[in-house]
């Protein structure tokens, strides 16, 4: 069975700083692809990054990255120079490539950013 | 690039009453799959259609159903509404190369209040 999890339901963040969202997952897929969606109030998902599992480099998105640990089905999302626009619930997914279409989500993480 | 549009935004219906949403992918998109969100069961997954195909399924009843017409555009429907029915239903257009998956672009939402 495919599962994600979010084990943060809250985290904050000092605007300009730095904060690293956890996620775990299993699949039984060798072939499968991790993201990181984020969704404002506005409620909106918006893609944030896209990582191939066959890929060992870990996907960067200006000044988001990912730390993805294969074996230990860890996928960790950071976020730098935190802005008051990053706040938002963060959701990370999976999708793996014989499950078409179908992308299995975690909980969710609620990010605050303070000024 | 016109994103993924969805509507209509909001929907107030009684229980018993049957629905239709509608969802008009990225052009060229050829998958579109549709999510229900709610607050108790987060983001669970509702079908996949591919080329006017259903290709993968999740576990809901058979209230709801979903079609893609030729131009890729797709309509979920759910018949005899219950209360639990509420929530925000996402729908996400998919660019599908074989085995690769670009990413899921999604809709802004159809929230739906069944009273």
């Known amino acids: 069975a495919q599962t994600v999890t979010q084990s943060q339901p809250e985290m904050s963040v000092q605007e300009a700083e730095t904060v690293t969202l956890s996620c775990t997952y299993d699949?039984?897929?060798?072939?499968?692809?991790l993201f990181w969606y984020k969704q404002p109030p506005s409620r909106q998902m918006i893609l944030v990054i896209r990582q191939e599992a066959y890929k060992q480099q870990n996907a960067t998105e200006n000044r988001f990255s990912v730390n993805f640990q294969k074996a230990a089905k860890s996928f960790s999302l950071k976020i730098s120079d935190s802005q008051l626009g990053d706040a938002a619930m963060y959701f990370c997914?999976?999708?793996?490539?014989?499950?078409?279409?179908?992308?299995?989500f975690g909980q969710g993480t609620t990010l605050q950013v303070k000024p | 690039k016109a994103g993924v549009t969805q509507t209509p935004r909001y929907l107030i219906k009684t229980r018993g009453q049957q629905v239709t949403l509608s969802c008009s992918p990225i052009s060229g998109h050829r998958s579109v799959s549709w999510y229900q969100q709610t607050p108790g069961q987060g983001l669970q997954f509702l079908f996949e259609?591919?080329?006017?195909?259903?290709?993968n399924k999740g576990n809901f009843p058979g209230r709801f159903s979903g079609r893609q017409f030729s131009n890729s555009r797709s309509e979920m429907n759910v018949s005899t509404l219950e209360l639990g029915d509420s929530a925000l239903y996402l729908c996400?257009?998919?660019?599908?190369?074989?085995?690769?998956?670009?990413?899921?672009?999604f809709g802004s939402g159809t929230r739906l209040t069944v009273v």
């Open positions: 996400a257009s998919s660019l599908v190369e074989g085995r690769m998956n670009y990413g899921y672009t």
């Open positions: 259609y591919f080329s006017e195909t259903q290709r």
């Open positions: 699949t039984s897929e060798s072939d499968y692809y």
């Open positions: 997914a999976q999708h793996g490539s014989s499950n078409t279409g179908k992308l299995i």
